[in-house]
Nanobody, 117 residues
């Protein structure tokens, strides 16, 4: 069992930056693939970025060149650095932990990111 808690969301102006954090507890953090997903009102939840236990990363086109995902296994932490934010980045951002083939998966409660003048 894994418990996930997101933090770092808030209100930011277009072009600004924000760093989201995900704290994990309850199991062996290092064996999980981790990811950030987001969901805007009226939309489906979508991948933002993911990172494997070996630190291989994958980004959705929406965040490429602007977002950076990272993890610190010693601290059981995962991060999303978001730069050059746009209004369309506004959403609830969720932390995810999963094993191979999504046989086991866990979600955090989400943190709100709002990009507005």
């Amino acid at each position: 069992q894994v418990q996930l808690v997101e933090s770092g969301g808030g209100l930011v102006q277009p072009g600004g930056s924000l760093r989201l954090s995900c704290a994990a507890s309850g199991s062996t953090f290092s064996v999980y693939t981790m990811g950030w997903y987001r969901q805007a009102p009226g939309n489906q939840r979508e991948l933002v970025a993911s990172i494997t236990s070996g630190s291989s990363t994958n980004y959705a086109d929406s965040g490429k060149g602007r977002f950076t995902i990272s993890r610190d296994n010693a601290k059981n932490m995962m991060y999303l650095q978001m730069n050059s934010l746009k209004p369309e980045d506004t959403a609830v951002y969720y932390c995810n932990a999963r094993k191979a083939f999504w046989i086991t998966t866990y979600w955090g409660q989400g943190t709100q990111v709002t990009v507005s003048p």
